[in-house]
T-cell receptor
């Protein structure tokens, strides 16, 4: 079964450093997403991306964050200057079609746990 | 505005008991989708079910069943004869069928099944 792959599974970074989280979506998918889950809390939408541009972003997704699909296969989330409160699990997801026309909606990756110290 | 409420923060049961996880949602749209995801201790999000707003039929999959009631805006999830492996956090989520289809998650219910 096709998978969304996220690397690394765990990253520790110092406050103020830049970090890039990487995702390889399923190859024929067109819509890409990042979600965040602070430990013990709910999963929150960050950003959606389609046709090489951001479709929608949440209030959380401020100027510190950016996304890119640099080479047609990877989908990255960059946090420019990390803060302690950026510590969370970050999930990448992809979907094939708009309107969740497929029965399973998204496919989520297994997440990257980011720890800012 | 969209909202998903899972009022039960944590539920503990003994193996073989039945357990129901509640989910209440709010949306102004007439077309929307509802989901349940399981998050085991390993942290990944495991898709369980997706329901669209036009399909109010209840669904059963093995020990899992879902009760969708539009009249009460609820989409409850029942595990029959629970097992220790069912221990996880369960999230209900809502997506409107337009725009970018972002998922709005509830706060989750932690289910602990004791042997």
């Amino acid at each position: 079964e096709p998978e969304v792959t996220q690397t690394p599974s765990h990253q520790v970074t110092q406050m103020g450093q830049e970090v890039i989280l990487r995702c390889v979506p399923i190859s024929n998918h067109l819509y890409f997403y990042w979600y965040r889950q602070i430990l013990g809390q709910k999963v929150e939408f960050l950003v959606s991306f389609y046709n090489n541009e951001i479709s929608e972003k949440s209030e959380i997704f401020d100027d510190q964050f950016s996304v890119e699909r640099p080479d047609g296969s990877n989908f990255t989330l960059k946090i420019r200057s990390t803060k302690l409160e950026d510590s969370a699990m970050y999930f990448c997801a992809s979907s094939e079609a708009e309107g969740l026309q497929i029965s399973y909606g998204y496919t989520f990756g297994s997440g990257t746990r980011l720890t800012v110290v | 505005a969209q909202k998903v409420t899972q009022a039960q923060t944590e539920i503990s049961v003994v193996e073989k008991e039945d357990v129901t996880l509640d989910c209440v949602y709010e949306t102004r749209d007439t077309t929307y989708y509802l989901f349940w995801y399981k998050q085991p201790p390993s942290g990944e999000l495991v898709f369980l079910i997706r329901r669209n707003s036009f399909d109010e039929q209840n669904e059963i999959s093995g020990r899992y069943s879902w009760n969708f009631q539009k009249s009460t805006s609820s989409f409850n999830f029942t595990i029959t004869a629970s097992q220790v492996v069912d221990s996880a956090v369960y999230f209900c989520a809502l997506s409107e069928a337009r725009g970018t289809d972002k998922l709005i998650f509830g706060t989750g219910t932690r289910l602990q099944v004791f042997p």
